[in-house]
């Protein structure tokens, strides 16, 4: 009887836990080329209100978000490796930009809402 009420307890703490978690939808999304020359800026930035931004790169890259970013592996860029969805918050009026590590790549940035 013990376990059954233990385990009844952990559930309800774990539901409501889920309960708290954010739900998010895609809005649109966008594209950007890297390369590993030269860090890109977005010519897109995000739409009005929109505060989180999933990001997949189908290459290793440095990303950066600020008024007037740059992407490079000594700045305060963040590594995103391959493949690997971020997700990241933005505030009104920031860009975005990107460098691939070692070899080009399309980056997708897809704007998400609640």
Known sequence: MRRIITAAALLLVASAALADDVVYRPLSSFTIESNPSTSTAATSVPGEGVRTIRVVSTS???????VSPNASASSTAMFIPAYTPEYLNIGAGEHI??????????????????
């Open 60 to 66: 290793d890259i440095f990303f950066n978000v600020g």
């Open 97 to 114: 930009a990107v460098l691939s590590v070692s070899a080009s790549g399309t980056v997708y940035i897809t704007e998400m809402g609640q």
